[in-house]
């Protein structure tokens, strides 16, 4: 996933021209709370109040969080922070984090419906640290908090709002548009292990690609006959997104769309079928 983001982050724009269970706070007859269960996939949208008008003031935060009692982890392979800025409806992508790469780890600590983040990006004497306090949501898919950076990686310190969204499964069939005017129908299938696999037929040959999901950004590569090899990732449109960038090349962006990157430039947008 790693390699997929670098490739494409430097294109323009976009735009131009899961599940979850119930509330899990009950005392159990007595005592603390239990906490919020909230292991899964999450996609975190982050927006600066202290620098509104830096070169990125969003980003968004791909996790895939695992639980233990109190405790909430995701690993530098299955956390990514992706820096990105708005201009009009067009969406652009930084080249890369603070620390230079996209690569980040999580751990949390949930109390009942409340939970303390720290995200460290980069490593070493190179880091950049941000600490985050939250509410967990009664059916606990959804997180709503403020963050905090005393900056590092060349980076001014920086604080803001957070919105984290759980992602369910992607799996389901999408209609695939992009501004090039290529159109195709695709098929996509999770698996437990957040594996992809898509599939589908373009000018009357089929073809597969395979690749992974991270919270809300999912990779795609292989062969399509008759267009060639392709690179693809794209971002989910949670609630949040889609508030943000309310359509993409004239089409009004739904919650489960994605949009789409492909290393070759293009630009394109998935619709939930």
Same mark, same amino acid.
């Given at each position: 996933?790693?390699?997929?983001?670098?490739? !494409?982050?430097?294109?323009?724009?976009?735009?131009?021209?899961?599940?979850?269970?119930? =509330?899990?706070?009950?005392?159990?007859?007595?005592?603390?709370?239990?906490?919020?269960?909230?292991?899964?996939?999450?996609?975190?949208?982050?927006?600066?109040?202290?620098?509104?008008?830096?070169?990125?003031?969003?980003?968004?935060?791909? *996790?895939?969080?695992?639980?233990?009692?109190?405790?909430?982890? *995701?690993?530098?392979?299955?956390?990514?922070?992706?820096?990105?800025?708005?201009?009009?409806?067009?969406?652009?992508?930084?080249?890369?984090?603070?620390?230079?790469?996209?690569?980040?780890?999580?751990?949390?600590?949930?109390?009942?419906?409340?939970?303390?983040?720290?995200?460290?990006?980069?490593?070493?004497?190179?880091?950049?640290? !941000?600490?985050?306090?939250?509410?967990? =949501?009664?059916?606990?898919?959804?997180?709503?908090?403020?963050?905090?950076?005393?900056?590092?990686?060349?980076? *001014?310190?920086?604080?803001?709002?957070?919105?984290?969204?759980?992602?369910?499964?992607?799996?389901?069939?999408?209609? !695939?548009?992009?501004?090039?005017?290529?159109?195709?129908?695709? =098929?996509?299938?999770?698996?437990?292990?957040?594996?992809?696999?898509?599939?589908?037929?373009?000018?009357?040959?089929?073809?597969?690609?395979?690749?992974?999901?991270?919270?809300?950004? /999912?990779?795609?590569?292989?062969?399509?006959?008759?267009?060639?090899?392709?690179?693809? !990732?794209?971002?989910?449109?949670?609630?949040?997104?889609?508030?943000?960038?309310?359509?993409?090349?004239? /089409? =009004?962006?739904?919650?489960?769309?994605?949009?789409?990157?492909?290393?070759?430039?293009?630009?394109?947008?998935?619709?939930?079928?």
């Amino acid at each position: 996933m790693k390699n997929a983001l670098a490739a !494409v982050a430097l294109l323009c724009c976009v735009g131009c021209g899961g599940g979850g269970g119930g =509330s899990s706070t009950s005392t159990g007859g007595g005592g603390n709370p239990s906490p919020a269960s909230i292991g899964g996939k999450w996609q975190i949208i982050a927006t600066s109040t202290q620098n509104p008008g830096a070169n990125f003031p969003y980003a968004g935060i791909e *996790a895939i969080l695992s639980q233990t009692d109190t405790s909430v982890s *995701a690993g530098n392979q299955a956390a990514l922070v992706i820096p990105f800025y708005l201009q009009g409806t067009s969406y652009y992508i930084a080249s890369g984090d603070a620390c230079g790469d996209y690569l980040a780890t999580i751990s949390g600590t949930i109390s009942s419906s409340n939970i303390t983040i720290t995200l460290t990006e980069g490593s070493g004497a190179n880091t950049y640290v !941000v600490n985050a306090t939250g509410t967990i =949501s009664n059916n606990n898919t959804k997180i709503a908090g403020t963050y905090s950076a005393p900056g590092g990686c060349g980076v *001014a310190a920086d604080s803001g709002t957070f919105v984290g969204t759980l992602i369910p499964s992607v799996s389901g069939n999408y209609n !695939v548009t992009f501004g090039t005017g290529t159109n195709f129908g695709l =098929s996509l299938t999770e698996d437990s292990n957040h594996n992809l696999t898509a599939s589908g037929t373009y000018q009357g040959s089929s073809y597969t690609l395979t690749g992974e999901t991270v919270g809300g950004a /999912i990779e795609l590569q292989g062969t399509i006959p008759g267009y060639g090899s392709i690179q693809y !990732v794209g971002f989910y449109f949670d609630s949040t997104l889609v508030s943000l960038v309310p359509t993409v090349g004239g /089409i =009004s962006t739904r919650t489960g769309d994605f949009i789409i990157f492909g290393s070759d430039g293009s630009v394109g947008f998935a619709s939930k079928q």
